[in-house]
Every structure is written in C-alpha cells, then in structure tokens.
C-alpha cells in the first residue's frame, strides 16, 4: 500500500478501518482538534461512563 | 454511593498554579497526542526534587489528597522521595503519582521527550511525546496495554504529515 492511512476495500471505498482493525475514525477526528478540546472530550467520555457505571450498579 | 465525577482540567491547573514539575503520561497524555480513550485516573512523573516535593505535598493536602487503599495516610513529601508509584484520591478524582516509569525513568531522564500543550488562561502543560508513550507502552504486557499500543501507533501513522 502506497499510503498506510488508506485502506480500500475491495469496490474501492475507503474503510475507517486500517489493516491493524483500528477504526481511525475517532483518531481522525480527534485530531481536528485542539490538545484543550482532547481533554474535554476525554474527561466527558469518563464521566459518561461513570454515569452509566453508577446506573448499572443501582439495579 | 456514585462514582465522584473527574475533573483533570481542575487537577491540573492546581498542580500548575502550584509550579509543581511534573510530565503527564499515561491515558491522559494518550489523549492529548489524539487518542481520546476513557481513563479513570491522570498518571503523572514528577520532579523529586526536594522543593518540588514540598510544593507537591502543598497542594495535594489543599484538594484532599489521600491514598485510596489508606485514606487516613496523608501524602507527604517525604513520601514521595523514591521511584515508586503512589495511587492517590483528591477532590477532582484519582491521581497516580509516579516517581518513575517502566525502565526506571524519571522525571530528568524524561524531560528532554516532552512537549508542552497549552491549556486555558495561559496555563500549559508538559506531555510525555507520543514515540515515548509507544515505548512505554511496549513494555507492558497485559491485554488493555496491548490494544492500547495497537492503537497509539495508529495514531502515529494518522498524524504523520500527508
């Protein structure tokens, strides 16, 4: 493969997913924004599920 | 009782507004290279220098650092003098403070591979860079860390410039 970001499948779309199984997807978009804006979603990603941690455990 | 929400935007700017020397690692510094994975907890390598310790020891009795095994052990400087981890609670969630690496890095030995990320109202922040973090990582063995590796250096490849 002349370039490791693509990856076709075989009708020649482009894949999110590399030949490593990685969905680059998130990695793409992430990388749209700044390191302060990764944080934030980082932190938001962990209370979310904290929250749904907290909600399982009440039932 | 519910999981007490964290807040490591909080967390650092305290350790910083404190000048305590220190290098964001771990699933943090994963996150501000690109790769925004849930982590319960910032891991960070700080300078064991001794004013730097007195510092460390400021703040973390200020936002109700404790062990989280031993919460009636106070973090104390002296603590912190040695290359081990020490696996702490505050008010903005868990902090796990490293005196040293795998490989036995430190603080000074890992400076020199670090980039500093600004933050909000002038604050900025030293992380450990993404090469460092795979090297890291590829020295750790178990499943999570794998996976993890696997997707770190995909996320080398993805910032490579096009």
Known sequence: MDDDRKNLMPNGI????GEDGVDVSLIRWALTLTPLERL???????????????????H | MPTKSIDFQ????????????????????????GLI?????????YSRDSQNLERLERVLLRIDGCYRMKPEVKPLASRFD?????NLSTRYGKLD????????????????????????????VRVLDLPSLI?????????????HLTLLKRLLVERMPK
């Open chain 2, 135 to 147: 090297r890291v990582k590829e020295q750790l063995t178990d499943e999570k860390d794998k996976y």
């Open chain 2, 10 to 33: 909080g967390l650092l700017a305290e350790l910083i507004d404190a000048e305590v020397d220190f290098i964001v690692v771990g699933g943090v510094a994963a996150g501000f290279h």
């Open chain 2, 97 to 124: 403070l490293l005196g040293s690496i795998v490989g036995g890095e430190g603080y000074k030995e890992l400076i020199d591979r670090t980039e500093v990320v600004p933050l909000s109202a002038g604050r900025a």
């Open chain 1, 14 to 17: 482009e894949t999110p997913v």
């Open chain 2, 37 to 45: 994975i849930a982590t319960g907890d910032l891991d960070l390598v």
């Open chain 2, 82 to 86: 040695g290359p081990g981890h020490h």
């Open chain 1, 40 to 58: 934030q979603a980082l932190e938001d990603l962990t209370n979310d599920l904290l929250g749904l941690h907290d909600a399982y455990q009440k």
